[in-house]
Each structure stands twice: as C-alpha cells, then as structure tokens.
C-alpha cells in the first residue's frame, strides 16, 4: 500500500486540505454584511429548520506558544480577557438570531482553539448555557470541545458534561520529550492519562487523540514509544495529522527546520503508525482520521453519512454551521463568511451591532457541483464526475487524472472515479484535479502545505 519513492516525491507539493470548496485563497470575496445576512435567512429557512444548525466557537487564548501550531490565537495569561471576548460572542450570537425565521434547533456544538480550557469552567458554563437558552437542542445532538491535557480540570469536564457535551478531543501530538521540547509542548504521560480517565467517569462517550507526523526529532523508534502510551489508553478517536511546514507564514517554525525528518522519512513514518492503529484495531476514516468499529464515524463511513467540515469528519446531520468568535468560519451550503481575526478589532465591531465579516464566497452552481464531487472523494473514495466539470477540466488535469490511473492510484470507469488504496495518500492530489477555480486562478502561488 505504500508510494515509491518516485511517487512521494511526485506528489509531494503544496495543495489544499480541501476543508471547503472552494478553499479560503480562492473565495470570490462578494460577501458583504447584507448579503450574508441574506444568505443566512435563506439558508435557516432551507437547511437550518428542518437539520438544524451547528455552532462553532472559536476560543483563540493560550497561555504559552506551541512552535508547530498554525490556528489562529492569542499568547497571553491574562484571564481577564475571558470577560469582554465572551461579551462579544454574545452580542454575535444575538445577532444571528435576529435574522433566523424562528428558535433555532441546535444540532452540534463545537468548541475550538486556541485552548478553550484558557476559559475558567465557570465562564464555559455561562457561555453555553446562555447560547442553549435561545435555542432548541435537538435528541441526537453532538457536543464537543478540544482541550489541553495540562489545563483540562475535572470541573472543566463535570461542567460541560452536564451541559450535553459528551466529546472530547485533546491534543497530544506526540509524547516524546525532545519532541516536546522541540515544539513547546510538554505534557507528561500522566497528565494525559488523568485527563483521559477522568472524562470517562464522567460519562464522556468519545475521547480522540490529536497526533502528528513530521515533527523535529521524529523517528520510527520515538514512533513507536508513543503509540504504545497511545494503545495503554485507547482513545475512541485518533486523528494521525501531517505537520504542515509553512514557516514564512508562522514563523516560529523556524526554530525547528533543520530537525524535521525529509519528505520519505515523513511518510514512512505515517504508513508505519497506520500499521499500529490498524494492528490496535483502528479503522481509517478517510485522510488522517482512524476510529474504533463502534464508533460514530466509522458507522457513518460504512452507511455513506459521512460528512466533512471546517472541523474535520463529523456525523452531524446539520450542513449548516454558525461559527462565533474572532476568524471562525461559517459554512451554511449556500456560501461561506469569516470572521475578522484581530481579538479586538472583532470586539469592537460587535459594539457597533454588525456582525464581524470580512471575506467570505458566494455558490455558484458549478462550485456546489464541485464541492459534491470533492466531499464524495474526500468522505466516500469515490464519486461520480458531472458532465459540466469534465467538460471544463484544462488538458493538463485530464494528462494528471490519467497518469494517476495508469500508477494505479485510482480507478476510472467513464465519470465514475474511485480512489484506490494506494491512492489514499494523495487525495488531496486526485481532488486538486478538479479544482476550477485553482486551476483557473493565481493559487498556485498561494501558501499550501505539501500533501504527503
């Protein structure tokens, strides 16, 4: 199953992580206050009242610097800035309900970051209630929030667990020390075992693992020393992410450049931790994401309900998501919008009684059309390919889609296209095929990260 060497570095180059179509560079920016909130009415009123609505709330805080992280935060250990943000967010949320054509029916809450658990359990309590007491929680909703190890308090877990919340995923990475060292994010073993062990008392139905590969220091013997403490508490969920190297966009990457292991060591060390996870019992969910059988994700796999968002594979039933907070994204189908990323410029937007949009993308036919078709490789491995696309596809992308077909990576019958097992490592690969508006634009000089 795994690529020669001449294939690795084939495909080895900078392509969206398809989270959207189109993806962020690429949005034709026609997104203004009216127009979205426009947008927003529609959407409510086809998708949100019969789904419901997922809410994202992005919590940028964090109290020290990983090096390897590429989100959207703020270093600080000044919790008094917890007070003004949750402020904000109200005041967005408010807003959002007066253009919704009735109380809407939540489906899913997510908490993102930053560190959510920056915020004290008090001010995550007052902020999810307050959003759960102007809206309708639906019977098969789905909570969750990401949190650190070494600030994921039991009353953290205990208030959000009698809030609904009952999914937690926290960020591991990787339990080697020089890893840690290298990346800025020590946390021993233990922390990671207490904060495991004490959201299962609680009840918490799903615990996942964020891992990565491609880290300074990484080798297959530090690897497999990690894998082993991952096995000793068997997370529900496992997500095996690529490091994304893009130091002139974050520059603290620079510190660890010359320790990262080269583009065949790196992906000799993700076939050689899929081997574990599948050893260990794991099932692949699609890119980077493993499961138990029993899990949610790998039944929605396995009956086609598999769904991919901003957040990564979910099971949700909603495709309308809200995000609140400063730089969250909305994605409500018809178009995507987001927020201003500056903690106090979004503050102060919000004073003014207008939501904080500052870029965003409108549908097209042809988009909608390509989204489907990228979401189906992405979620299912397989999809058919409209009429109207392969009409449109340049030479080159018809050359590409045929050498992959003749490398055996995918498998083509006319329109119909399937991802073989071996072409599982260049997805996002197959997907940039299709990409219109990539291929149509100046994206190629925009800031990807290598896809193996």
């Not at 199953?1 to 179509?21: D, F, G, W």
């Not at 930053?114 to 019977?139: D, M, R, W, Y």
């Not at 994700?297 to 039933?317: D, E, Q, V």
């Not at 055996?408 to 072409?423: A, D, K």
């Amino acid at each position: 199953m795994a690529l020669s060497p001449e294939l690795i570095q084939k495909y080895n180059h900078p392509v969206p992580r398809y989270t959207s179509y189109p993806t962020v560079p690429l949005w034709d920016g026609r997104i203004n206050t009216k127009n979205w909130e426009n947008l927003v009415r529609k959407a409510f009123h086809l998708i949100g009242e019969k789904e419901g609505l997922t809410l994202y709330i992005h919590l940028p805080f964090c109290e020290s610097l990983c090096t390897y992280c590429g989100c959207t935060k703020r270093i600080t250990k000044n919790h008094h800035l917890e007070d003004p943000y949750l402020e904000a967010i109200f005041r967005e949320w408010s807003h959002y309900l007066g253009l919704f054509e009735g109380i809407p029916k939540i489906a899913g809450i997510h908490l993102g970051g930053g560190t959510p658990t920056f915020f004290s359990p008090q001010n995550l309590k007052l902020l999810i209630s307050k959003i759960l007491k102007s809206a309708e929680v639906l019977p098969e909703h789905e909570f969750s929030f990401e949190g650190h190890p070494n600030n994921t308090t039991f009353e953290h877990l205990q208030e959000l667990a009698q809030l609904g919340f009952d999914r937690v995923s926290y960020g591991i990475q990787d339990f080697d020390l020089t890893v840690q060292k290298a990346i800025h994010r020590i946390q021993p073993f233990e922390k990671v075992k207490e904060a495991t062990e004490n959201a299962r008392k609680l009840g918490y139905s799903s615990v996942n693992f964020d891992l990565i590969y491609g880290l300074p220091h990484q080798n297959l013997k530090t690897l497999r020393e990690t894998f082993d403490k991952v096995s000793e508490l068997r997370p529900d969920r496992i997500a095996f992410y690529s490091y994304a190297h893009l130091p002139s966009a974050f520059p603290a990457q620079k510190s660890f450049e010359n320790s990262l292991p080269n583009e065949q060591e790196k992906r000799g060390l993700y076939e050689y931790g899929k081997e574990m996870l599948l050893e260990m019992g794991y099932e692949e969910i699609g890119m980077d994401h493993f499961a138990l059988p029993d899990d949610p994700l790998c039944i929605a796999k396995s009956s086609g309900n598999l769904h991919r968002n901003f957040m990564g594979y979910t099971t949700s039933p909603s495709e309308m998501l809200i995000g609140l907070g400063a730089s969250s994204i909305s994605d409500i189908g018809l178009g995507y919008a987001q927020n201003e990323k500056n903690i106090e410029a979004y503050e102060q937007i919000l004073k003014g009684n207008s939501l904080p949009i500052t870029k965003g993308h409108i549908q097209t036919e042809e988009d909608r059309l390509t989204r489907e078709l990228i979401l189906n490789l992405i979620c299912k491995g397989e999809t058919d390919v409209p009429l109207l696309i392969w009409e449109k596809l340049p030479y080159e992308s018809m050359q590409a889609i045929f050498e992959m077909e003749d490398e055996g990576l995918i498998i083509r019958e006319g329109l119909s296209l399937s991802v073989s097992p071996e072409g599982m490592a260049i997805k996002r690969n197959i997907c940039a095929q299709f990409d219109l508006r990539m291929i149509s634009s100046k994206a190629k000089k925009m800031t990807f990260s290598k896809s193996i």
